[in-house]
Every structure is written in C-alpha cells, then in structure tokens.
C-alpha cells in the first residue's frame, strides 16, 4: 500500500535536546510539507520542499530544520531553539512539484512532548 | 490580514439528519477551496475540492458549495451517522498562486445515535 509513515508516534524529549522526526513516502510525490497543529488551532506550516534538495520556510520556521536529500524521505528536526515545541506534528506530500491545487495525503502524525 | 473563520464551537446533530458547517474567509479570492476530515489523533484526510468557477460539488452524501461573493464555503453531510463524528478542515489558497493551502482550526461534527 502507498502511503506516508511518520515515526515516531510519541516522542518525549528534555529540554535543550535536539530531536528529529521522521517522514517517508512511498507515493512518488515530489512535493512534502510539515505542518504543527496546536489544540484548538489549524494546521501552521513549518517547512516544504517541491523537489530533492530544495526547500523552503514555511510560516513559523523558526527553531526548525529539514532536509530533501532523497525523494522518499524529509526529515524535520526540532531544535533546542524552538521555545514551545511541544505539538502534534503532521508530514504531508503533494503529487507534482506542489504547483496545482492537488489534494494533500497526510501521514499519521508525531506527538511531542518536552518534559 | 488573510484568515480563515470555521465555527470554533462543536456541532452536535441527530443521527439522519443534515449537518451544515461553514467557512468564511476574508480579504483574499482564492483559487480553489478543499476539505478534510480529521479523527482524534491521526492526519487530516482529503474530502473535496472546488474550484472558484464551480459553485457546487458533490460526492456521495457530501456536498461543498462555494460562493466567492460571500467568501464562504458550505459543507454538508447527508443522512449524518455516528461514524461521521470528526473534525471537518477547511483550507484554501490565501497566498496569490503558491498552490499551498491555509488551514482553518476546523470545526468538530458529534452526531448522536
């Protein structure tokens, strides 16, 4: 079956850590997205990237990095400079290169906690 | 500035019935309007989407309308059913043809047996 797999599900860090969370996609989509989703609040856009070793910021980016170094694959690291990232994480990817107005597949989320 | 309005306060309807839930957008036309269905704890799932020159799209029991006068997008669920209950998604462009869609908080559908 094609789809997107985030791993891990649950993921507790301490604070001051560095922590990255993982997005694979076997649906040869060119286009992925991370996206945070605080309770009560839509979906904000961190990073995406429209083709391997692109990408671009996103609306809140800060403390937060990403890499594009294969198609399958885009990886978001939380950084020890992001002030609040306690959230629910949420990786999505686009058929094409993201320049039409295709539906995003989403995968099934990363729950962070900082302790 | 650009937002998206979905009523923040649940929806709570009977088993049969038709549920209406609304999203209203402000300051911007864009292209296209899509909708996604939420369940607690797990990724949005892609419903519709209508464009700006269609005015109404169906798919089985659901049913978006899209009125850019009004800046408001409609999404009706037919014959509502328990397992209907979730979190509905409204997201459109507000960007001017950057293809990535802006997400409203969407609102929470609870229809009773």
């Known amino acids: 079956d094609g789809g997107i797999t985030q791993s891990p599900k649950y993921l507790f860090r301490k604070e001051g850590q560095n922590v990255t969370l993982s997005c694979e996609q076997n649906l040869n989509h060119d286009a992925m997205y991370w996206y945070r989703q605080d309770p009560g609040q839509g979906l904000r856009l961190i990073y995406y990237s429209q083709i391997v070793n692109d990408f671009q910021k996103g609306d809140i980016a800060e403390g937060y990095s990403v890499s594009r170094e294969k198609k399958e694959s885009f990886p978001l690291t939380v950084t020890s400079a992001q002030k609040n990232p306690t959230a629910f994480y949420l990786c999505?990817?686009?058929f094409g290169q993201g320049r039409s107005y295709n539906e995003q597949f989403f995968g099934p989320g990363t729950r962070l906690t900082v302790l | 500035s650009q937002k998206i309005e979905q009523n923040s306060e649940a929806l709570n309807i009977q088993e049969g019935k038709t549920a209406t839930l609304t999203c209203n957008y402000t300051n911007y036309s864009p292209a296209y309007l899509q909708w996604y269905r939420q369940d607690p704890g797990r990724g949005p799932v892609f419903l519709l989407l209508i464009r700006e020159n269609e005015k109404e799209k169906r798919k089985e029991r659901l049913k978006v309308t899209f009125d850019t006068t009004l800046k408001q997008s409609l999404f009706h669920i037919t014959a509502s059913q328990p397992a209907d209950s979730a979190t509905y998604l409204c997201a459109l462009d507000l960007s001017g043809g950057s293809y990535i869609p802006t997400f409203g908080r969407g609102t929470s559908l609870i229809v009773h047996p």
């Open positions: 999505a990817s686009t």
